[in-house]
Structures are given as structure tokens and as C-alpha cells.
């Protein structure tokens, strides 16, 4: 039987500027922006509390925990909240596969089918503990957006595990990405270009170790500018690409234990003869050739190196907005729209601020401290990605450790395994027909109904209105598992799952001489829950 | 320009004086007069994406022409390697007669698969993720600050169903197999559902619209809780259908399909078209073929990465037109098929025996009602762009209106508008598609079109031709092994569409009908029964 959808739903949902623009801002209690960057400042009518706090943790970290939400709204202050979650750094000890030598699964003992299996096992092994590594780090984490970072970059800079063809990039050389996402995900991004150029997985995934003068590879030199930087119309030419690859020419990266490892296994290093010492253009600029003798590493490197000076100098705008509305899209909203006026300004002033020094930092910082960001437009508004998803029903309701990667596979986003080197297309991509299904009933449902009555407890024990007044409490579990504020019919609805009544101090009642009949009013409430719309949304 | 303009003018100039063809008189026959839909209206296509850019030039290989092997130093396919592989001078991949059903090879023998050479566009976009949208949005643009945000077959759906989706049909109008694919969507959402496991699609948890926030009026929140409800009211709809679709179909299934991805794609369609349920569109598809490194092992075999997709192609595409076969006429008269994949490759292979993105390549079409053979010549491998890469010889967008029209019943001036009435939208390439009968295509085209009824014949039936310019022309008779054994006419023709009986003594056995005319070609597969 045909359902039926209001004309108005669809509407929106593919035109969304339609109902966005011009938003009121004056109605909600901010003033018109005149300078989007601005930093939102709380006041009365907008105070610093659970709820913004919440917000600026959902977009940064994989959701909050109700400890994180406590601690940002004790700092009292958005800007000292955004410098915490930016300022924090850890160094995690390496997974167990980080340095894990295998022999290649194609290389000379191909034929032996026995052995070439245990390899390929092996590598799927590693991969997959990697993986899991990953996934716990962002599980476990507190008050730090490093993480989230990593995930942006390895969304950016793509490299996948499986290419395919029993062939892949080892876990030792996606760690080795990983770790230089971790490490330098906040800091000059044209160094991080320079760098993930050379990087070992990146020198695999986008062909850069056969690249060689007689016959140049020119995957990476495309995408550097398409993907990586200056996007497509940043104002090269197919002859850049071609002359790109010529430049980049020559290097390989070890990655199994029976190939040539001049510097050791997973270091990449320069190989001469396979080098194009020959004249090159580049964007205009001259790359004269390399005289005899001169054909060193070194040089190589140098080569690169203005190579990439070359191309953030010759596309700058472009790059500084590529990069800028990537950013954006990320952390505030994820179909940006160039005629939506006042994105597009907030956009053009990170883009400012970028091309000062392609500092990443200062240019996330000003995003996350803005009006702008905190804006009533935005504030649950993003789709929530399968990690996002799996791992925030993590950290919120303790989803196994173990069951994250498998969700996240099955919701089509697999740490160290985009869809191909354009990442993952995300927003509207993400839910689907069969993954909106596969999170509600599979995912949230199943682990809901398997919540013990201590499990339930300790859930509602952690908010301090547990034995005070239901109503709070209802309001505090909407602030840490919904995005925005509860309407009154909600909260109507909430408090009295938990109160299995009309009659307030039922609950008060509950907890104190009947905690089971607690916990399962709680998995009633926490079961609305995962079916609205908006659990799928932060 | 106004295309009907330009019919009318290009066809003032083409006086309609009969020609002797093989010693019958054949007067030539307005197109216009005969421009009118088929109306159909429960056909089904099979959009089938190969994305990464398959490479055309490894896949019909151009053995002939000793520029293929001066340019394919490394992954070039030796012709001793394709003496099996070679029909009347078409040499195929030798993985595109992989499987039990000998692939899409037999299928070009039995002549219900059609060859597309030379397809692209005007000034090639070499990124996989802009010509990906500039092929599924149906529009050549490479500026890349226009969004190309709605598909071809979304837009045609959306015109051939008005009321979506205000009103749910109570079938999907579309499936994707696997994620979303551009091609489905519509100015109104996304016309199609995904489907990954159809014997487990399920609903998911529907729930109350209760009550927003006060402040969520005109907010992005809204926006997105709408499209989050409409997913959720998508799954539960048709979650039901698809489970008792699939299960009632898969038992009446009969053919061994690959457990590669397509393979199992290909499977599931057959399934839930076998069990009836009312889906006109369904994209399937792979990936891999972005063979930068290591396309085919450098020793004349072809053997490697490409040969083993295309064998997985060729063998899910056979098995499912023989599940199609042998479901009988009211299901595989219904059901066509196309591939698509954004470029083709680089004529001169690279040093990690692969090769780089390049432009016009081949693609295929398949289906008992797709009038089997060769569209378009061999590529000219000594005339490249630019670039270095080929130059198309027909414009991906004059197939789909030939889908649209043809196949979907949509006339023209629909079919235009569903392509966004775009300046340089081309002619529809015409030719493409059989009618229910079998009979000779009724829908004239511009384009240079050859149809032979009946097919398989006992050495004698009716051939039409449409000659979109004229020129001189010849027809012939070619043999497996490439070699002309009868021409049948060689002589200038005025453009017009002919119909011509045709008799020849030629022995029993498979030949192509070639028609060559000015710079164009086009063959048909006929088999020849005595």
C-alpha cells in the first residue's frame, strides 16, 4: 500500500536552502551577524550549558559522554571549552601490528598457495587490529578532538587497506598515515601535503613507487591538485598533471620483507634510475633539468618540495577555499550551498585566515569559536556518520568495542577503507534504505534490549537529577543522546516512560525500592529514542 | 539550436528520389513521419557503472591496426592470443568470453549484445569523479562550480511518475544495488531504494512524527529530520516487498552466478524481476577498473586485473540474460541493459603496466531486444586529441535518448526536456533497440542505423537502413575470421530511411551484416539457417 509523504518533506530534503534562508537570527536570540567569524559570546539569553556543550562535543568527538558534557560547561566558557578540545594531545602506544613484517602474498613464492594464504590472513589480521585499535582510541577518548582529526584526514588523504586483487597496503604503512594525522593534524597543512606525498601507504595507494621517468604514473600528481589541495578548476592544466608526475618520479616504498629496503622496510626512499632528470613546467614554473651527478635524494626532495611551494603559491585562493569548505562541511554543515550568503562569507574568512600560513589550528579554532557555529541553523543538523554512529553509541551506551568496526562496515564506513580516493561522499550517502535499518533495529535496538539492569542503572545513575526529579533527569538524558533541546510534548513523553506514569514522583519512588522496574522504564524511553529521526542526526 | 529545426532543415536538402538497392527499387522514407513512441510502459533497464574508467582499447581490442601495438608496447594483446576471441574482425578481451555462458562473446554471436565504439564526449574531463557525474547527471559540464545534483534516470522517473513522491508507488521505482548512485536521483529525493540482501531487507524502527523544538522552524535540523523520516518511511514500505519479491523469484532462477559482487548483483535482479515486482530501473555495478598499475601482465596474454573484471562482467551480464532467456519472452522482451564507466584510458600505456585516465572508449548494451552488433568504427588510433587520448565518435548522451525514447517511450521533446534541453544535446543515436515483433526498428534515427528481419533467417528477409547523410555507402557480409564474402550494394545513397529485400546464398552460419557509409559503420549480427 502507498504511503504517504508530505510535498513539503521531499521539498526539503533536496532543497534545503529553500527553508533556510534568510534565518532569523534576531528571533532566536542572536544578533544579525555582521562579521560570521565573530566569537559567539553567551549571554542570558543564550547561556553556555549541556546543550551547547554538547553540541561543539557531537561535532568534535565521536558524541559525548555525559562526563565530557559536565566538564566543558564547568570551564564556563565556549572559547576555553574549543582551546581544551584543541589543545589536548596524546601519544598512544602502537598496536601490536605496527611493526609487523610480512612477506609479499604476490612475490616469488606465489605458488605455494599454502603460504600465500597465511600471508593474506595475516595482512587482513593486521589490518583489522588496526583497525580496532583506532576505533578504541576514539572510543576512549575524553575531551580531545585529535581523533576526529585522523578521521577527517584519512577522509581527505585517502589511502585504502584492500586494493584489491589480494593486494594491499600493509597495516605497518597505514599506521605509520595514521600516526602523521595524529601528530600533525592540527598543525601546517602545506607540510602536510609535503609529507603525505613521501608517506609510505600514499606512495602505494596512488601508484607513486611506479612512477618511473620512462613511463610516468600520473595518479598522484591528479589527484594532489583534484582531491588533495586546489580541487578541480584551481587552474592547472592536463600538462601540469603530466609534468607533476615527471617531478615525482623515482621513489619507492618498501612494504614487504623480500623487496629492496635501502632505509629499512616501511621507509620510503629515492631510486635514481627511475628518476626524470629531465626539464619540466610546472604551473608556469620552470624545473630545470638535473645536471649529471646531481640526480641525489636530496635533490629529489628538493624538487618536491618547490614543487608543492609552486602549487600553493600558484592556487592559493583555490586551495585556501577547497580546504576551507571541506572543513566546513565537516564540522558545521555537510551540504554546503554557494548561495546560501552567509556560508559562503564564513567560508572566504577561514580561507583569509588559511592562506596567512596554512595554519590549520588558528583556522579551526575561529570555526568552532564562531556565531556562527553555534547558530540555532546548525545545531543538529549533520547526519551522523557510521562512526559517528556506532562508536558514539560507544562511548554513550556501551556498545562492544567489538561490535563498532563490524557496525561501521555494515553502515559502509570502514576505518583505512574509503570507497575509493575521493573518500567517503557522506551527508544523504550515509543513510540509506538499508542502512537506516541496519542502525535502528540491528545496531541501537539489539544492543538496548541487551542492557542488563545494572547496565541500565549505571546508565541513569551517571546524571546527578537521577534521584532528584524526573524531569531533570529526562532533560539531562536528551541532552547527552539528542542534539537539541526537547520540545514539551517530548519531554511530557520522556519523563513519563521513566515514571511508567503520569505521577512525578513515581520514578523517586522507583529508584529508591524497586530498581529493576527503573531500568526498565529507562529501556522503554532509551527504545523511543533510537526510532526518532534525530538520533541519527548530531 | 532548436532540434526540430534542424531535422527539418537537414532533411529539405535530402531529395526523397527512389535508388536501386541490390536491383529493387527502395524509396526512402521521411524519419519524421515515423517519429513516434513506442509506449511502453513496463520496460525495465539494468544501469550497469564500471567504475574507474574501464579501458575500451584492452577490451574490443583493435588488433588490425599495428598503431594498437606500437602505442600498448607493455600490455598490448597479441593477436595470436585473440584468434579465438575474434568475430568478423571484432577481437574481445578473452575474459568477455569467461563463464558457462561463454560470456558477452556468445552473446554478440546470438546477437542480443550491441557494441557502442567510440562513446564519450566533447572536451573529456579526465577525473573520475566529475565525468562519473557528467556521465550519470546526463550533462556535459566540466565547470566544476555547477553541482551536478540530479541523474538522468531520476529526472526521467520523475516524468514518467509525476506523483512521486507524493504519492509512494507501491513498488520501488528504482533499485541500487549497493550505495546510492547519482543516476537515481531526482529533483524530489532520491527515486530509488537500496538493497543489499534482499532475503533480509528490513524496515528498521518507524516512529511517531512527534513534536520539534520550538526554535527548529527553518533550520538545517528540520531539513534533515524530514529526509531522515523519509528514509525510515522508504525502508518500511518496501522492505516487504523486496523480501517476497526476491524469495517468490530466486526459485525460478536457473543460471550459476559468480560470487563476485556483480555477479551476485546480477543475481538478485533476475530474482526480483522473476518475481514480479514493478521496478523500471536498477543500477548494479563494480569497481576496479582504474588500472593505473598493473592492468594486464606484459606478455602479449592480456591476462590481469582488467581480463578478470571483465570476466566477472561478461559472466554475470550472460548468466543473467539466460535466467532472462528462460523466464520466457514476457520477461526478457521487458528487460535491456547498458554499461557505463566515466572514461576510457590512455592509448600509450604507462611504465607499471597500466594505463592513465583517458577519454572515448566501448560500451555495451544487452538484452533480447537490443539489436545485436557494432555501433561506430574502430577507434583512429593515429588521429588522438590533444591529450593523447581518443576522440569520441558518438556522444554518450545520444544513447540514453535512444533509451529514453525507444526504450522508455518518452517522446522526444520529453526525453529532451529530461536532458535539460542542453545547447549541444546531440541526435539520438537511434538503431539501438528492436520491437516487441522483432521486426525492423520503427524509431528512425539520424545516426547511421542497420536492422535485419528475420534474424535468424533462411538466406533471405528484410534489411533497413537509415543513411543520416549522404554518401557513399556498402554493404556486405563479413565472415567470423573478419574476411568480406558478399557485398551487397556499394553505391551513393541520399539520406532516408530504406527497407530492402534481401536474399543471399552465403552457407549456414553466424556472419555480421556490415554497413559502411561516408565515415560511419554499423553492423548487425545475423545467423544464417539453411
Given amino acids: 500500500m502507498p504511503a504517504t509523504l508530505s510535498r513539503r518533506n521531499f521539498f526539503n530534503l533536496i532543497n534545503p536552502s529553500a527553508n533556510l534562508a534568510p534565518p532569523s537570527k534576531t528571533k532566536r536570540g542572536f544578533q544579525p551577524l555582521s562579521d560570521p567569524l565573530t566569537p559567539f559570546v553567551p549571554d542570558s539569553n543564550n547561556p553556555w550549558n549541556e546543550y551547547l556543550a554538547g553540541h561543539l562535543l557531537r561535532r568534535t568527538m565521536m558524541a559525548p559522554t555525559w562526563s565530557d558534557i559536565e566538564a566543558l560547561v564547568a570551564l564556563g566558557d565556549p572559547g576555553k571549552a574549543v582551546d581544551l578540545l584543541l589543545g589536548a594531545t596524546s601519544n598512544p602506544s602502537a598496536p601490536g601490528a605496527a611493526n609487523d613484517q610480512t612477506e609479499d602474498p604476490n612475490g616469488p613464492d606465489v605458488s605455494n598457495q599454502t603460504l600465500r594464504s597465511s600471508i593474506l590472513g595475516k595482512l587482513a589480521g593486521d589490518a583489522g587490529s588496526l583497525r580496532g585499535w583506532w576505533v578504541n582510541l576514539q572510543i576512549q577518548a575524553s575531551n580531545s578532538i585529535q581523533e576526529k582529526m585522523g578521521v577527517f584526514w584519512s577522509g581527505h588523504f585517502t589511502t585504502q587497506f584492500d586494493l584489491g586483487n589480494e593486494s594491499d597496503v600493509v597495516a605497518p604503512l597505514l599506521y605509520r598515515q595514521n600516526e602523521l594525522f595524529r601528530q600533525n593534524g592540527l598543525g601546517n597543512f602545506k607540510d602536510l601535503v609535503k609529507a603525505i606525498t613521501l608517506d609510505g601507504a600514499m606512495l602505494i595507494f596512488l601508484g607513486g613507487d611506479q612512477n618511473i621517468a620512462a613511463a610516468p604514473n600520473e595518479n598522484y600528481a591528479r589527484e594532489l591538485m583534484e582531491l588533495f589541495t586546489c580541487g578541480l578548476g584551481g587552474g592547472y592544466t592536463e600538462a601540469d598533471v603530466q609534468a607533476g608526475a615527471r617531478i615525482l618520479s623515482g621513489w619507492k616504498s618498501p612494504e614487504f620483507t623480500q623487496e629492496d629496503a635501502q632505509k629499512g622496510i616501511f621507509v620510503p626512499f629515492f631510486f635514481p634510475q627511475n628518476h626524470d632528470v629531465g626539464d619540466k613546467t610546472y604551473l608556469e614554473t620552470d624545473f630545470p633539468a638535473i645536471p649529471q651527478g646531481s640526480n641525489s635524494e636530496a635533490n629529489a626532495q628538493a624538487e618536491i618540495t618547490k614543487m608543492i611551494d609552486t602549487l600553493f603559491a600558484y592556487t592559493a585562493n583555490a586551495i585556501a577555499t577547497f580546504i576551507s569548505t571541506k572543513l566546513y562541511k565537516f564540522f558545521v554543515y555537510s551540504d554546503s550551498d554557494t548561495s546560501d550568503s552567509t556560508e559562503q562569507t564564513v567560508i572566504s574568512e577561514m580561507a583569509n585566515m588559511f592562506m596567512q600560513d596554512w595554519e590549520i589550528k588558528p583556522v579551526l579554532s575561529a570555526l568552532l569559536k564562531s556565531q556562527h557555529f553555534f547558530d540555532n541553523v546548525n545545531i543538529g543538523a549533520q547526519i551522523k556518520t557510521p562512526a559517528e554512529y556506532a562508536i558514539g553509541i560507544a562511548r554513550q551506551l556501551g556498545y562492544s568495542s567489538g561490535s563498532v568496526d563490524g557496525a561501521m562496515t555494515t553502515d559502509n564506513e570502514q576505518f583505512f577503507q574509503p570507497p575509493n580516493v575521493s573518500g567517503w561522499p557522506g551527508y544523504h550517502d550515509w543513510l540509506t534504505t538499508n542502512t537506516y535499518p541496519a542502525r535502528t533495529s540491528e545496531q541501537a535496538q539489539t544492543l538496548v534490549n541487551g542492557m542488563s539492569a545494572q547496565d541500565l542503572q549505571t546508565f541513569y545513575q551517571q546524571f546527578p537529577a537521577y534521584n532528584v526529579d524526573v524531569t531533570q533527569l529526562a532533560t539531562q538524558i536528551g541532552q547527552l543522546l539528542l542534539p537539541r533541546p526537547l520540545s514539551a510534548a517530548r519531554l511530557q513523553n520522556f519523563w513519563q516512560a521513566l515514571a511508567g506514569g503520569s505521577q512525578e514522583s513515581a520514578w523517586i519512588n522507583l529508584v529508591n525500592s524497586d530498581p529493576e522496574e527503573a531500568a526498565s522504564n529507562l529501556k522503554n524511553l532509551l527504545n523511543t529514542i533510537i526510532a526518532l529521526p534525530d538520533f541519527q542526526l548530531c | ?530
Fill in chain 2, 1 to 530: 539550436m532548436i532540434r526540430r529545426t534542424f531535422l527539418q532543415s537537414s532533411l529539405a536538402s535530402a531529395a526523397m528520389a527512389p535508388v536501386l538497392l541490390n536491383n529493387v527499387y527502395a524509396r526512402p522514407s521521411s524519419p519524421l513521419k515515423l517519429m513516434a513512441a513506442l509506449g511502453n510502459t513496463d520496460n525495465i533497464l539494468i544501469l550497469v557503472q564500471l567504475f574507474g574508467g574501464n579501458d575500451g582499447l584492452n577490451t574490443i581490442i583493435p588488433a588490425d591496426d599495428d598503431t594498437y601495438y606500437s602505442l600498448r608496447p607493455n600490455i598490448g594483446i597479441a593477436k595470436s592470443n585473440l584468434a579465438s576471441y575474434n568475430f568478423g574482425g571484432i577481437y574481445f578481451n578473452p575474459g568477455l568470453a569467461n563463464g558457462s555462458q561463454g560470456g558477452l562473446f556468445q552473446m554478440f554471436k546470438t546477437g542480443t549484445l550491441a557494441i557502442v565504439q567510440g562513446i564519450g564526449y566533447d572536451t573529456p574531463n579526465l577525473s573520475h569523479f566529475r565525468s562519473t557525474d557528467i556521465w550519470l547527471s546526463g550533462i556535459n559540464d566540466s565547470n566544476p562550480q555547477d553541482l551536478l545534483s540530479t541523474g538522468w534516470l531520476g529526472r526521467t522517473l520523475e516524468k514518467l511518475y509525476p506523483n512521486f513522491p507524493s504519492q509512494l508507488p507501491s513498488d520501488p521505482l528504482a533499485i541500487n544495488l549497493g550505495g546510492f548512485s547519482l543516476a537515481l536521483a531526482g529533483n524530489t529525493g532520491n527515486t530509488g531504494i537500496v538493497v543489499d540482501n534482499p532475503s533480509t531487507q528490513a524496515g528498521g524502527l518507524s516512529s511517531a512524527d512527534d513534536a520539534l523544538d520550538t526554535n527548529a522552524a527553518g533550520t538545517r535540523y528540520e531539513t534533515e529530520y524530514a529526509f531522515v523520516q523519509t528514509i525510515a518511511q522508504m525502508s518500511n514500505t518496501y522492505a516487504t516487498r523486496v523480501k517476497t519479491a526476491y524469495s517468490s523469484g530466486v526459485g525460478n532462477l536457473t543460471s550459476k552466478y559468480g560470487t563476485d559482487t556483480l555477479g551476485q548483483q546480477m543475481k538478485t535482479v533476475a530474482a526480483l524481476i522473476a518475481g514480479g515486482l514493478d521496478t523500471r530501473v536498477y543500477v548494479v555495478g563494480m569497481g576496479g577498473f582504474d588500472t593505473h598499475i598493473q592492468q594486464a601482465e606484459p606478455d602479449g596474454t592480456g591476462g590481469g586485473t582488467q581480463m578478470g573484471l571483465l570476466g566477472q562482467l561478461a559472466d554475470g551480464v550472460a548468466q543473467f540474460q539466460a535466467d532472462m532467456t528462460q523466464l520466457g519472452s514476457s520477461v526478457a522482451d521487458r528487460v535491456i541493459g547498458f554499461t557505463v564507466s566515466e572514461f576510457g584510458r590512455r592509448p600509450h600505456d604507462n611504465g607499471s603496466n597500466g594505463t592513465d585516465h583517458g577519454a572515448a572508449s566501448v560500451q555495451f548494451a544487452f538484452g533480447s531486444r537490443i539489436n545485436g552488433g557494432i555501433f561506430f568504427k574502430e577507434p583512429d588510433l593515429s588521429h588522438l586529441d590533444d591529450n593523447g587520448d581518443l576522440v569520441k565518435q558518438v556522444d554518450f548522451r545520444s544513447v540514453y535518448l535512444t533509451l529514453l525514447t525507444d526504450w522508455f517511450g518518452m517522446t522526444l521533446t520529453d526525453a529532451q526536456t529530461v536532458m535539460q534541453n542542453q545547447l549541444d544535446l546531440p541526435n539520438p543515436m537511434g538503431g539501438l533497440i528492436k520491437s516487441v515483433a522483432g521486426s525492423v526498428n520503427e524509431i528512425p534515427s539520424l545516426s547511421l542505423c542497420l536492422s535485419v528481419y528475420p534474424n535468424p533467417m533462411q538466406g533471405s528477409g528484410n534489411i533497413s537502413l537509415t543513411v543520416p547523410n549522404a554518401g557513399y555507402s556498402e554493404l556486405s557480409i563479413v565472415s567470423m575470421d573478419g574476411k568480406t564474402i558478399q557485398q551487397l550494394f556499394g553505391q551513393t545513397l541520399v539520406a532516408g530511411t530504406y527497407t530492402i529485400p534481401f536474399a543471399t546464398d552465403v552457407s549456414s552460419g553466424t556472419y555480421l551484416l556490415s554497413l559502411r557509409s561516408g565515415n560511419e559503420q554499423v553492423a548487425r549480427v545475423i545467423e544464417i539457417l539453411r
